[in-house]
């Protein structure tokens, strides 16, 4: 019951670091793509602003990611013996799944 609970938590934090990922990776793109269509030289504090909005929100999801981590962190601090054997299962699980799918190649 407990390991449910535990996969659970880890899946989520895993979802929501993905989505943080995907956040920054867009939040970039959204920024250089504004760099790219700007004329260097006309807009130079354009370009600084788009520059700290971009840094500024990058700080932001770094601190998002910061947060949604620090529970599964807490959770292996307090239960490592218990995250050791999620992970060896895990390990296990990925190790049976990867073994499947190559034996059905020959």
């Known amino acids: 019951m407990m390991v449910g609970k535990i996969e659970e938590i880890v899946d989520r934090t895993v979802e929501k ?3 943080v990922k995907a956040r920054t990776a867009d939040t970039l793109s959204d920024a250089s793509q504004k760099v790219r269509e700007t004329d260097l030289d006309a807009r130079g504090a354009e370009i600084k602003h788009f520059v700290s909005e971009a840094d500024a929100r990058t700080a932001h999801l770094r601190e998002d990611l910061v947060q949604r981590v620090e529970p599964v962190e807490a959770f292996v601090k307090e239960h ?3 995250s050791v054997l999620i992970a060896a299962g895990a390990a296990a699980g990925i190790g049976f799944l990867l073994g499947t799918l190559l034996s059905r190649r020959d």
């Open 80 to 82: 490592p013996f218990t």
């Open 17 to 19: 670091a993905e989505s």
